[in-house]
């Protein structure tokens, strides 16, 4: 290395002297290394900053032939950074190498300055003199030591740069000229108590923006990507493709232009795929969303699952809204709730929180399990809810042609021209078991018990009915209602009807408003009744019997009615048999059971200190006031003991053959707890005792259920209370039932 030291004078910027001490070393890859210092007038050095210089060498001091670039006029470095006086520059690093110089001929540096720093900028000024770089002796001008010059961590002037990104911030800084980072290759990196918390690493497509923990990385050959943050010992963040994005979180995994906006060990390794957080979900399928949740699975291209726990979206374009336990394997399938399975293409299954797998069976179903039920609001719309099958169109909005009435709730359209087609199919009460063939129907209602089909009206405008059902067909026998029944059980019949008048007929003159039939025997006898009702004595006369019918097999049968008169009220307002005059019951009469009480207060209890009826007490009888007696706890001897219960007892008079059912007990107690209890006994008169409920208080109970009927023939019933000196006594309730008259 040649070390050459030469004065120049140079007007520059307000007329500042610059003087140089070069140094260039000269390598094997076409690099020589220059270092100058510069120093005004009075002894001070330029002001840090940045500036563009651009060099070229020759071999005389003025004119003569360029040795170097040979394909340019001079080699610019745009960005040359001044500190304390001092530069530094790499000639021939912007795309000239410098090739062989004479060792021992003279060559000459010519340098050129500008400012602001930067590609664009246009005012070079040339130093008047080139620097000589080869000699035996190098020139020797005064130079300023470093301890002479100012440093470069004061406080700029206004308008001036500085090298240094100072604690207290810059002023002047000069945008697209003025950077904090690197100029070579190497990857950026930021840190806070010496832990890495920020790297920038480079690469010519795209850099990559690593933050957080210190081992979150990008692949080997990856670009773009992006880690926000988070991340930690327990588990660090990867991008393994490039733009891949993970915004925090801990433990997350992003492929190819995929993310992951947090939460904890997901993994986003499909093409563009989403997680947005949540904790052990996968994306894995192109452009495959999981938008929360944990342990969901996004496996079919274009899927979604939109949070829950423990689904899978397998089918391409499938769709899982939430729940846990769900499956959309079928392409362009839904699933929601719990356990539903969409496995066929187009499907749509929801399930309810039963916990059972449901499942499609076929493509393009529409399958809802709804165990409290399902309702369906159309609002205004004309058209409330279509149900159509027997034909596909792909097209209609609504089945064409369109249904004769102008607007309904609801139409089940079954357009097959087939004897089994049905329109509308309802069934309650278990599985249904129907064999026969309607044939074509409009409304099929069944029912394992109870009806198959009901119809009801709570309009108060004349002619309103439940049902309306006509028969349009002028020819063949024809019915608007027809009832069949073909039980043989008792109560059993082909229609029923209720109301304030049962049945209303009407026909025009020459029709008949109501016909009843009983059918013969075959010898022409019957001794049923079609109706039979007659005024005066009798309003309704019913009579059992054997009624005869042929049935439709073909077969005879006999049913015998149990009532001769039956009536059912629901409304305990109603009356299933009423009369206004004299009734006679030639059989059993029985009627629904009534409820009846006996309350007992707390004055109809008596003090005692042993059993009643058997022993005489120490205390006299007296009756039980609203509070605990004023000696509660003074046992006969004198002795205060606040366990110590008193007993009470009061007789009861309950119906005889009622059937009881509950005991209510009423009380309170002071701040302490309490520890009382309520006994129903009976006794029998020869002093046998018996406890048919019982009530503790300190168990805090309430009530307790009895199953006994009433014998007052062999015995008598008391109530029997033990109370503490926190209780007060409010009373007794006993319910039970009569269900016979006495």
Known sequence: MRIIRLAVALVLLGLVLLMAAPSIAQSSSGILDFTGYYQGPGGGVLQPGAYSMRFAIYDSPSGGTRL?????????????????????????????????????????????????????CTGFEPLPTRLPISGSTPSSIETPLPSETTSPTEMPQPGQFSLAWLLAGNSGTNPGVDFLGTTDTVPFEIRVDNQPVLRIEPHPTSPNLIAGYRQNSAGLDVYGATISGGGSAAGAHSVSGRFGTISGGTSNTAGSFASVGGGSGNAATGWGCTISGGGSNRASADSATVAGGELNRATGAWSTIAGGVSNTASGDSSFIAGGQYNTASGGFSFAAGTHAGALHKGSFVWADSAGLDFQSTDDNQFLVRAFGGAIFNAGVSRFGMIVSSGTMNFTAPVPVPMPLYSSFAFVGLNTRDTDDAIGIWGHAGGAPNIRRNFGQVGVLGSAASGYGVVGATEGSTDGLAGGLFEALSNDGVTFAVRGKNYSNDDGSAGAFFSGEIGVLAETDYAGKAVVARVNKLEDGTATGYGVYAEGGT????????????????????????????????????????????????????TWKPAVGYVSVGPIAFAATAIAPFTYASFRSWSPVDAQPREDCGIDKYGHYDPTTRELYFA????????????????????????DSSLKLARSDFSGNVTFLAEIETKGGGLSS????????????YYLFVALDCNTTLHGAVITYEVSEPN
Request: glycine fraction near 14%.
């Open 68 to 120: 170097w670039p040979l394909t340019a006029d001079f080699e610019v470095h745009p960005l040359v950074l001044v500190s304390g006086g001092q530069f530094t520059v790499a000639l021939g690093s912007q795309g000239y190498p410098v090739t062989e110089l004479s060792s021992t001929a003279t060559s000459y540096l010519e340098v050129a300055v500008c400012t602001p720093a930067g590609f664009e």
């Open 705 to 716: 259920s009895i199953d006994h009927v009433v014998d007052n023939s062999t015995g008598f």
């Open 651 to 674: 007789q009861l008079q309950l119906p005889h053959g009622a059937q009881l059912r509950k005991m209510d007990f009423h009380y309170s107690y002071t701040p302490g707890g309490c």
């Open 538 to 589: 009798y309003g309704v006369y019913g009579e059992g019997g054997p009624v005869w019918f042929t049935t439709y097999t073909g077969r005879t049968s006999t049913l015998n009615p149990t009532y001769g008169v039956y009536g059912k009220a629901s409304d305990p307002e109603a009356y299933g048999v009423y009369s206004e005059g004299d009734c006679h019951v030639d059989g059993k009469l």
